[in-house]
């Protein structure tokens, strides 16, 4: 069975960095598109990051861009999303997803097979 583990959550203050964990059990991640996607309380879930089968295409919402760094290792079968600079509105509930289609647009309705998620909470 195909399933995901997010870890690395946690609270930490504005300014911080925290990395979170996708790791896959059940099936080869490398076959696999994953994205990051968030969802704040009282806010519809939203596009974060993908990260291409090969690791050698990105995409970030403009929300992240250029505080947060999505990457793969194949051989650990698990992808991480390192980030910085926190603000409070980047807390939210972080999932991971596994698509077969290419990361262009961070399209939720593209990727099937997700984790239960993990909390990220920004706050001093």
């Known amino acids: 069975q195909l399933q995901l583990v997010e870890s690395g959550g946690g609270l930490v203050q504005p300014g911080g960095s925290l990395r979170l964990s996708c790791a896959a059990s059940g099936f080869t991640l490398d076959y696999y598109t994953i994205g990051w996607f968030r969802q704040a309380p009282g806010k519809e879930r939203e596009g974060v990051s993908c990260?291409?089968?090969?690791?050698?295409?990105?995409n970030y919402a403009d929300s992240v861009k250029g505080r947060f760094t999505i990457s793969r290792d194949n051989a650990k079968n698990t992808v991480y999303l390192q980030m910085n600079s926190l603000k409070p509105e980047d807390t939210a509930v972080y999932y991971c997803?596994?698509?077969?289609?290419?990361?262009?647009?961070?399209?939720?309705?593209?990727?099937?097979?997700w984790g239960q998620g993990t909390q990220v909470t920004v706050s001093s």
């Open positions: 990260i291409s089968r090969s690791g050698d295409r990105t």
């Open positions: 997803a596994a698509s077969v289609y290419s990361c262009g647009n961070i399209d939720q309705r593209r990727y099937p097979h």
